[in-house]
């Protein structure tokens, strides 16, 4: 049942919102055109001719642009007064100054009073056929409940809340509360492991309270998250309790510092069928009204160094951002299911399956399972179950249910599909082409669309453009509203010709991009903003098409992409075990995760161990140290390294080795001692 929220009459859209792109862009000297029909916040706007007119637009008149759809889309209790204050030279973002907000109210509040009934999540929950539906009036209800148990105890704006959780309603009702109350929040994704946990939390000081879940479940299996977290309290002394939802009915030992977070639940034959956050807490949770700068959540990601940074996002420009690509990359329209499969510890679960539909009122689908449990049907046979509009999804699962045969894909009903979406890493084209063919059945756009954890949401893709423009697979194509793309030469120079490959670079801020490093401003200035001054330096590669259109070729840095997840080659270097001199990770092409994990390793001299078994024990440690997927595929054990005379690690040389391109491997003659790389390449011929 849904009860009244603390929503006052403030927070309902303001006559702002109403208002149109027209009575801000004052454009002269163009054609007229409606373009209205394709963007709301375009109604009556004169002098644009359609939508590839509106994106220049919004590029070369980025202030007016930005300051009407933010007036048109979110929700303000008192309106911004400066548009933008940034300085990339100097790695300063700050949009929408002087406006306040509050995103949970953006995100539900605003639904709830004009429609409490609709579905604001399904939670397609590991158990196939066992969906359970919550509407944006319960999910209000259960952000509320939390928000007030959270300040109950003692949590306050400005603090930080870690969720290590998989995906759930308890998950994102708990990421609404904290932005309610006006707490960061920091979702660690539910597979790493105690010490990755224990380190991102250690990381911030100001973190002091966790929300987990008794046990994780997906593809069958049970994983103990709040025993994870036992083992990461031992090394976080600041972390004063530790909130516990019951995702099974297994009971975990609970000690002091532990609060259960349900207090009656509803059962049916042994299954939890209502999750209830502690009933004495009243439905009534005043939002917090925060600074459009405010933090909102932090997460980490990996980067070329040993140690995650924690990318700092804030309120109003994430949230537009968000909300504004998912309408648009997706076509998304009212009533649609937007199915995202990611999980809620990256960032396409932030952006695409919490805020970006959530501040669009759509109803999303939480997705708990694996694309291969209990069969490789399980993604179509959700899309017939929940008739789902819009599937957003990984290359590496593609990939993986490609080779099991259309059959899979057949037998459901999938006309309730409009847009097909993939994101993460390159899609290839065998993967497109069958994604689109058979998935789509030839009738869907496939929209790949490249983004990072720092760019908050969708940069670069197919979408919006006119719907019979042309797609070509395998590319992300063109850069979205307000996002100005170049690349870069090796001298820093911009390349203006096409058909042309450099750094991808962007040259204007746009507001969902990230605002800093957590704790580490310099390293921000030093990572994005200082290898182009004046650029943000995206960390991939590109290729610009004769037509100007995008492709993504790959990191520049040493950051590799397994199953679409980021992992610095350094962080897997860093696991330390006793009879390692030293090691070097590389990535490979791998058919199905898209890269894999290649490991070199010196051994300390006189260290008398079996190969295989020191293998085993390096896998075991890496899954332990950071996550499963982090754990080599291949260890090549060697007597050195290829250096220079410099006694650098020449990993352009091992690159090569790994992808068996000995033709490519280039200049040699800065080598130490070059008769170290045939050994390698004797090594690695052997280890196949
Ligand atoms: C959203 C997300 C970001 C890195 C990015 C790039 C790779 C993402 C891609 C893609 C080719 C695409 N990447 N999307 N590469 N085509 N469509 O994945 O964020 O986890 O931060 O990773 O992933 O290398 O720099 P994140």
């Known amino acids: 049942m849904w009860l009244p929220c603390g929503c006052t009459s403030k927070y ?49 008149n980025s202030e007016s642009f930005w300051a009407a759809v933010a007036r048109h889309r979110l929700c303000w209790s008192t309106p911004f007064h400066t548009v933008q204050d940034c300085d990339l030279s100097r790695g300063k973002i700050k949009w929408f100054e002087g406006g306040k907000l509050n995103v949970s109210v953006n995100c539900l509040d605003r639904h709830v009073h004009t429609c409490p009934e609709r579905v604001a999540l399904i939670w397609e929950r590991d158990e196939r056929g066992s969906e359970m539906k919550y509407t944006y009036g319960e999910l209000l209800e259960m952000t509320c409940r939390l928000g007030n148990l959270l300040r109950r105890h003692g949590v306050k704006r400005g603090d930080c809340v870690t969720i290590y959780m998989p995906t759930c309603p308890l998950a994102v009702a708990s990421m609404l509360a904290c932005a309610r109350i006006g707490a960061a929040h920091n979702v660690v994704f539910a597979g790493f492991s105690a010490d990755a946990l224990a380190e991102r939390i250690r990381d911030g000081e100001m973190l002091l309270l966790i929300i987990t879940v008794n046990q994780g479940v997906r593809g069958g299996k049970v994983t103990e998250l709040k025993k994870t977290v036992d083992t990461a309290m031992q090394s976080c002394p600041t972390v004063k309790q530790v909130f516990v939802a019951m995702r099974t009915d297994n009971p975990v030992t609970m000690t002091a510092r532990d609060i259960a977070m349900e207090e009656v639940r509803e059962q049916k034959a042994n299954q939890i069928l209502e999750i209830q956050i502690q009933a004495v807490e009243d ?71 919490v805020y970006g539909p959530l501040a669009n009122g759509a109803t999303t689908v939480l997705f708990e399972s694996t694309p291969i449990y209990p069969d490789p049907g399980r993604y179509w046979d959700m899309v017939e179950r929940l008739k789902i509009n819009q599937f957003y999804g990984a290359p590496t699962a593609i990939r993986l249910l490609l080779k099991y045969g259309d059959q899979w894909v057949n037998k459901y009903d999938r006309s309730t599909l409009k847009t097909l979406g993939s994101v993460g890493e390159p899609i290839n084209t065998e993967a497109w082409e069958w994604y689109h063919r058979v998935v789509g059945d030839g009738r869907c756009p496939v929209v790949d669309t490249w983004w990072q954890t720092e760019t908050g949401g969708i940069c670069i893709a197919p979408r919006p453009s006119d719907p019979d423009a042309e797609i070509v697979p395998g590319m992300a194509m063109r850069p979205f509203f307000g996002i100005n793309p170049v690349l870069m030469d090796t001298e820093g120079e911009v390349l203006t010709s096409n058909n042309t490959s450099g750094a991808l670079c962007m040259a204007q801020p746009w507001p969902g991009m990230a605002r800093t490093i957590h704790n580490n401003h310099q390293r921000f200035i030093d990572t994005y903003f200082q290898p182009y001054p004046g650029y943000f330096f995206t960390g991939d590669g590109a290729y610009r098409s004769e037509e100007g ?15 679409g997840h980021r992992i610095g080659t350094a962080e897997i270097e860093d696991v330390v075990c006793p009879a390692v001199a030293e090691s070097a990770v590389v990535g490979y092409t791998h058919s199905i995760k898209g890269q894999g994990v290649y490991a070199f390793v010196v051994l300390k001299k006189g260290i008398d161990v079996q190969e295989a078994d020191l293998s085993r024990q390096l896998n075991g440690m890496v899954s332990e140290k950071i996550a499963k997927y982090a754990s080599p595929d291949f260890i090549q054990f060697a007597k050195r390294l290829p250096k220079t005379r410099s006694g650098k690690i020449m990993r352009r040389v091992l690159r090569k080795v790994v992808e068996s391109d000995l033709e490519g491997l280039g200049d040699l003659s800065t080598l130490d001692d070059p008769a170290a790389v045939q050994e390698i390449i004797q090594g690695h011929e052997k280890l196949l």
């Not at 459009?292 to 040993?306: N, P």
């Open 12 to 60: 309902v859209a303001s006559s702002f919102a109403r208002r149109t792109l027209a009575s801000y862009l004052h454009v002269s000297g163009r054609s007229r055109c409606n373009v209205a029909a394709f963007m709301p916040e375009a109604a009556g706007l004169e002098g644009v001719s359609g939508r590839a007119a509106l994106r220049e637009l919004s590029v070369s």
């Open 283 to 353: 439905v009534v949770c005043e939002p917090a009204v925060m600074n459009s700068e405010d933090v909102l959540f932090l997460l980490y990601t990996s980067g070329s160094t040993g140690k995650p940074k924690g990318l700092v996002h804030t309120q109003a420009g994430y949230l537009l951002y968000a909300a504004l690509t998912h309408r648009y990359v997706f076509s998304y329209h009212d009533g649609d299911v937007f199915g995202c499969v990611a999980d809620i510890g990256w960032i396409t679960g932030h952006s695409y399956v």
């Open 549 to 563: 259109y995008y492709q993504i070729t790959g990191r520049l840095d040493d950051v590799i992409n397994v199953s």
